[in-house]
Structures are given as structure tokens and as C-alpha cells.
């Protein structure tokens, strides 16, 4: 694609800082786990692969990573910027580069069924593909008006989806009473990810610098 053939030509600016590397299946723990980018001289980490990835809740991007995916993404929240933390990283996170849809699910319960909160979603994603919002539909089973979550993205969506499909599409809706006070999308740009985009693509590349809130 466009972006992989962006990287490999700009890649030779990374130097030794880069490391690649294929994966597939689960994505678990955080990306300076061993089975991913552990060494510390590493700046760069660099994820292919060429089948569908689930990243499991509470994965943390705490690297400058870029990950390509030839197939579809799910991603369970809350998807972390720091291992055991919910802090953010002025520098670290993820770019996700993905040809299918990217699914993201139901995650945990972030408001314990007592006030409004957000699954938390660290990380820019690209997709060729749909973006989909899932339900939690777990909660409905039990509870004729629960309270569900929204989805707070700090990072980014763009999704290239066409053919009369939504980029985005939510198959989640929020109770009334805080849909008329909150959106269920709230989308916030974090300025690294415009430099981690020019850093891996080069300097043509712009990672789109837009916020806003999406009530459906």
C-alpha cells in the first residue's frame, strides 16, 4: 500500500533505532514485552502483519510504534499510552495502519453501571476498511436502562471505507438522558501523532489534525 511503501522508502532515516518485526493472532501486554520491541535502544518499533490482530485489553503502546495489518483490527479498550497506568506519553503511542475493518468492542465496563465514563482508546488508526463501534449489548441482557459507555479516542480515526457504507459505523447508542449531554465519540488529537507520522512516512506525509464529539 501507499503507507507501507512511504515507510520503506523513509525507513533509512530511522537508522539502527528501528526494530521490525511479524506477529499475528493476540496482541498482549505491552510493546516493550519481548515478544514485540524490548530493547531499550530501540526508538522505533515496527509491527507486520499479514492476518487479522486482536489487541487485548489494557495493551499499552509505550513505544513510537507503527503497525501494519493486513486484515482486519480488533482492538478491546482500554487500549493504554503506559504500562500499569492510564497515564498519557508526550512521545509514545501507536499508529495503526489496517487494509480490512477495525473493530472496536465492548471493553470493560469503565462505568460500573454508576455515572457516564469512556472506554479509552490510545492510538491512531488508518483503515481501508470500516470502522466499527460495537455494542454493549452484555448489559442490556440484564438491565432495561444501563448505563453504557461512550468511546474517547485520544489519537485518531480515518477510515478510506466508500461504496455507500458509513466510515464509521456505531452499533452502539447511549441511555437518553446522557445522550443529550455527552457524545458517544469524542475524538481527541494529541500533537504526537502528526511528528510520530513524519517521523515513519517522512516529511509529505500529515497525519490529520481534527477533534470533535459524535452523537449519532
Not at 509514545?92 to 469503565?110: K, P, R, T, W
Not at 455494542?135 to 466508500?162: A, C, F, M, W
Not at 445522550?179 to 481527541?188: E, T, Y
Amino acid at each position: 500500500t501507499l503507507l507501507l511503501d512511504s515507510y520503506e522508502k523513509n525507513k533509512k532515516n530511522l537508522g539502527d533505532s528501528v526494530r521490525e518485526k511479524n506477529v499475528s493472532g493476540d496482541i498482549e501486554g505491552a510493546v516493550n514485552d519481548n515478544l514485540y520491541c524490548p530493547e531499550p535502544d530501540k526508538e522505533y518499533c515496527v509491527l507486520k502483519s499479514t492476518a487479522d490482530v486482536r489487541i487485548k485489553s489494557n495493551f499499552a503502546c509505550n513505544k513510537k510504534t507503527l503497525m501494519f495489518i493486513d486484515g482486519s483490527l480488533e482492538i478491546n479498550p482500554p487500549l493504554k499510552n503506559s504500562a500499569g497506568s492510564d497515564s498519557l506519553s508526550a512521545k509514545n503511542g501507536c499508529i495503526f495502519v489496517v487494509s480490512g475493518d477495525v473493530n472496536i468492542l465492548e471493553g470493560g465496563d469503565a462505568s460500573n453501571n454508576t455515572s457516564f465514563k469512556y472506554d479509552k482508546v490510545n492510538g491512531y488508526i488508518l483503515a481501508d476498511g470500516q470502522i466499527i463501534i460495537g455494542d454493549e449489548s452484555y448489559k442490556r441482557d440484564h438491565n432495561t436502562n444501563p448505563v453504557i459507555d461512550g468511546v474517547y479516542i485520544n489519537g485518531g480515526l480515518q477510515s478510506s471505507k466508500s461504496n455507500y457504507d458509513k466510515s464509521i459505523l456505531f452499533n452502539r447508542y447511549l441511555r437518553l438522558e446522557d445522550r443529550l449531554k455527552f457524545p458517544l465519540l469524542a475524538i481527541d488529537l494529541h500533537p504526537k501523532y502528526g511528528i510520530l507520522g513524519e517521523e515513519f512516512f517522512g516529511s509529505k506525509y500529515i497525519i490529520q489534525t481534527i477533534e470533535l464529539g459524535v452523537k449519532p
